[in-house]
């Protein structure tokens, strides 16, 4: 993985945003080097932030905050980051835990651009990651069940400093993540699937928007993936 692909990658998808925008701004690594850029750019933005760890890094660079009820119609465009990017351009999202404001915002967004090094491509979602979660803890034996039987997949929890408790969301509820044996299948259904049963939130796979593009970048620049 190379800082300077991500740079590339960062530096690219600052080429759709004009000064004055209202943008939405993602969560991760790639996307604080992002808004490094975007920094040095000058270009003056008000930003809807999809998670506080985002929030507090626009913040602290004096970046104007505003949120999606504030905004007359949809957002011209999204700026975020990827776990996993699939040759269809379908992805995993939300290893971080705002998979949640992460789909709100990018699905309240014109154009959806997501940057990622060539680490991040792969053949199939799923594959060596597990796809987020967020839901009712509660509900986790329910969950279980259900998507086993449906999925042959095990649900895994993300915990807090090595405790029993599972990690809280920035929404207060509990974290984890589907593990695939063979990664997943048909992400689009298995989308539409795993938000149907009872206690579920969100979860991480990403199929659903319809004008996105992918910038891959790499230590020599970046090329640009459109479906």
Known sequence: MSLKAKINAAKRALEYVEDGDTIGVGSGSTVSLFIEELVKSGKRI???PT?????????????????LG???????LTVDGA???DPHLNLIKGGGGALTKEKIVAYSSELFIVIVDESKLVGKLGIGFA?????????????????SKEWGCTLTFKSCDGKLTPLISDNGLALGGLLFRDGVGDPSKAEDSINSVPGVLENGLFTKHKNMLVVVGDAQGSKTLTR
């Open 83 to 85: 776990d996993q990017v």
């Open 51 to 67: 998670s506080l760890d985002t929030l507090n890094r626009l913040t602290e660079r004096r970046i104007p905050i505003t949120t």
């Open 46 to 48: 008000t930003a809807v």
């Open 131 to 147: 796809v987020p979660l967020e839901f009712v803890y509660d509900a986790h034996p329910l969950i279980s069940k259900m998507l």
């Open 70 to 76: 504030h905004v007359e119609g949809r957002l011209k």
